[in-house]
C-alpha cells in the first residue's frame, strides 16, 4: 500500500473534485445537449416524442418510437420545473453522476466495513480524476443515468443473503435501465446469469418476471400509435444509428473492433489502462476476486460486445464502475508499490488533469452559447423558419415558426456528396427563411467560404468572423 495518509488522500482528492466542478462553469453544449433536449421539451409539451430538428426522417416529426424514453422522461420533468436552460438538462448528467459516486461510497464501505477506509478518499480520486466521468457528468446523454441504474442493480444483486425485495429492486433498476437506453439489456443479462451461478433458482425467477414487466413499459406508446409495432421496426431499422448493426460484414466489423472502445483516446486509455495492468500485474489473485463481481463484469463485457450497435467512446462509462471497482479489489488483495504502477498512476492523473484543463478553457475563451444566439435574434427575422446548427436550441427554439439542423440535412444525403450549392436547395425546398452557420463552433465542410456573399436563393445578410447569416 502506498506510505500516503488518509488525510492527504481526502485533501488531493478535494483538489479534484475543485477542478472538475471548475468545468461545470459554463460548459459548452454538445450536438446532444440538444438533440435530446428537443425531445424532451415535446415530451413535456405535448406528451410524445419527437423532433421538428429532423422533420422529413422516418416521421421523426411525428413520433418518436426509437428513443430513450425514461431518460427523455426525466429531461422533460426538469424542463417543467426549470425551463429548457442549457444548465437545467446538463444537470440530469450531474445528478446521476453523484448517484454513482454515492454508489461506490456504498460498495467501498460494505466490503471495509467502515466509512472512513483508506481506500474510500483513493477511489474518490480515481473518480474525480476521469476526465470522461467529468466530462459525462455535465452532459444531457442517457449513458450517466444508465451507469448509475445498471450498477445500482449489481450492488443489490451482490448480497451473500438475497432478500426477496432487494432481488425485485434489483430486477426493476434493470428494467429502468432498459427503458432509458436499449443498451441497458446488458445489465439485466448480467444480472440474470449472475444469479443462475449463485445457483438460486427462487431469485432467478424473481428477477426474471420483475425485470421483464419493467420492460413492457417501453411498448406503452408503441402500443398507443397507429400502426406502431411497423413504425416503430421501421424507425428502428432505418436509425442511422443502427445501420451498422445491420448486415453481416458490418456486425462482424463491430465485433473485431470492439477493443476501441476501451482504448479510443487519452480519456478511455487511462482507466482502461490501469485496470489492464493491475490485471496482468495480479493475475495470480484473478480467482480469488469476489465471484459475482467476475461473473458479472465478465457477462457485461461479452454480452455488450455481442449486441452493440456500435463501438462509441462514450459507451465506456457504463463499464467504468465495475472497472473501478475491480481495480481496487484487484489492488486490495495484495497492495504493492512499483515504478509502474506510479507511472500508469501518474499517466491517469495527466490525462484527467490536462482534459480538465481544456475543458476549462474552452468554457473560459468561447463565448457562452446560449448568449450567442440570443445576441443574433436581432438580425434573424423572428417570422421565419430556420435552417440552425443542433446546438441552436437553447432561448432560441420558440422564437421561430420552425427550426431545421444541419445534421437533417447531412443524414439525410447519408453524408455523402455534400456541397454549398446542394445544402442551400435542400434548405430552400424544405421552406427555411434563413440559414445559420457557425465558423467557429460547429463549422461544416459545405459551408460556403466565410464572407460569401451570395449562394443559391440566400443572400447573406450578417457576418462578424464566426457567424453568417444568409436570408431569402
Known amino acids: 500500500m502506498f506510505d500516503i495518509s488518509k488525510t492527504k488522500l481526502f485533501v488531493v482528492a478535494c483538489c479534484f473534485f475543485a477542478l472538475a466542478s471548475l468545468t461545470y462553469i459554463h460548459r459548452y453544449p454538445t450536438g446532444d445537449d440538444a438533440w435530446f433536449a428537443e425531445q424532451s421539451f415535446w415530451l413535456q409539451k405535448e406528451g410524445i416524442i419527437r423532433s421538428e430538428f429532423f422533420r422529413g426522417l422516418l416521421g421523426w416529426e411525428n413520433q418518436i418510437l426509437v428513443s ?31 448517484t454513482i459516486v454515492c454508489e461506490l461510497i456504498i460498495y467501498i464501505r460494505k466490503r471495509e466495513g467502515e466509512i472512513y477506509s483508506w481506500y474510500l478518499p483513493a477511489m474518490l480520486i480515481l473518480v474525480f480524476a476521469n476526465r470522461l466521468l467529468v466530462k459525462m457528468s455535465f452532459e444531457n446523454r442517457p449513458e450517466m443515468m444508465l451507469a448509475a441504474l445498471g450498477f445500482g442493480s449489481f450492488l443489490l444483486i451482490d448480497h451473500d443473503r438475497k432478500s426477496t425485495w432487494k432481488v425485485l429492486l434489483a430486477a426493476v433498476l434493470a428494467g429502468l435501465a432498459f427503458l432509458t437506453h436499449l443498451n441497458g439489456v446488458i445489465y439485466l443479462i448480467a444480472g440474470l446469469v449472475t444469479l443462475i451461478c449463485s ?10 418476471i420483475a425485470g421483464g414487466f419493467t420492460c413492457l413499459a417501453y411498448f406503452i406508446d408503441i402500443i ?3 400502426n406502431g409495432l411497423l413504425a416503430w421496426y421501421q424507425q428502428f431499422r432505418g436509425d442511422p444509428a443502427t445501420q451498422n448493426a445491420f448486415g453481416l460484414s458490418s456486425k462482424l466489423l463491430q465485433l473485431v473492433t470492439y477493443p476501441r ?67 481496487y479489489e484487484l489492488y486490495r488483495l495484495a497492495p504493492f508499490r512499483s515504478w509502474a504502477l506510479k507511472l500508469v498512476i501518474a499517466a491517469y492523473f495527466v490525462i484527467g488533469v490536462v482534459g480538465m484543463c ?7 475563451t468561447m463565448e457562452y452559447l446560449p448568449v450567442s444566439y440570443e445576441k443574433l435574434r436581432k438580425d434573424i427575422p423572428d417570422h421565419k423558419s430556420g435552417f440552425v446548427p443542433l446546438t441552436f436550441f437553447f432561448n432560441e427554439y420558440e422564437q421561430y415558426p420552425r427550426l431545421l439542423t444541419h445534421e437533417n440535412y447531412k443524414l439525410q444525403s447519408n453524408k455523402k456528396g455534400m456541397t454549398t450549392v446542394k445544402m442551400a436547395k435542400w434548405a430552400y425546398k424544405n421552406g427555411a427563411g434563413f440559414i445559420v452557420m457557425d465558423y467557429k463552433f460547429r463549422p461544416e465542410p459545405y459551408y460556403p467560404k466565410a464572407g460569401t456573399k451570395k449562394i443559391p436563393f440566400y443572400n447573406l445578410s450578417f457576418f462578424n468572423g464566426r457567424f453568417a447569416i444568409y436570408q431569402r
Not at 358 to 364: E, P
Request: glycine residues 4%; hydrophobic residues 60%.
Open 68 to 98: 430513450h424514453k425514461l431518460f427523455l422522461l426525466v429531461g422533460a420533468v426538469f424542463i417543467q420545473l426549470f425551463g429548457y436552460q442549457l444548465p437545467a438538462l446538463q444537470f440530469v448528467g450531474l445528478v446521476f453522476f453523484y
Open 199 to 208: 445457483r438460486n433458482y427462487r431469485s432467478t425467477l424473481v428477477f426474471m
Open 224 to 226: 398507443q400509435a397507429d
Open 261 to 327: 472502445l476501451f482504448f479510443h483516446s487519452p480519456e478511455q486509455i487511462a482507466v482502461s489502462l490501469l485496470l489492464v495492468f493491475l490485471l496482468w500485474n495480479q493475475r495470480a489473485y484473478i480467482k480469488l476476486l469476489p465471484v459475482r463481481l467476475r461473473v458479472y463484469s465478465l457477462t457485461l463485457l461479452l454480452s455488450f460486445w455481442l449486441i452493440t450497435k456500435a463501438n462509441g467512446a462514450l459507451y465506456l462509462v457504463l463499464f467504468i464502475p465495475f472497472m473501478l471497482v475491480l481495480a
Open 358 to 364: 481544456q475543458i476549462i478553457y474552452t468554457n473560459a
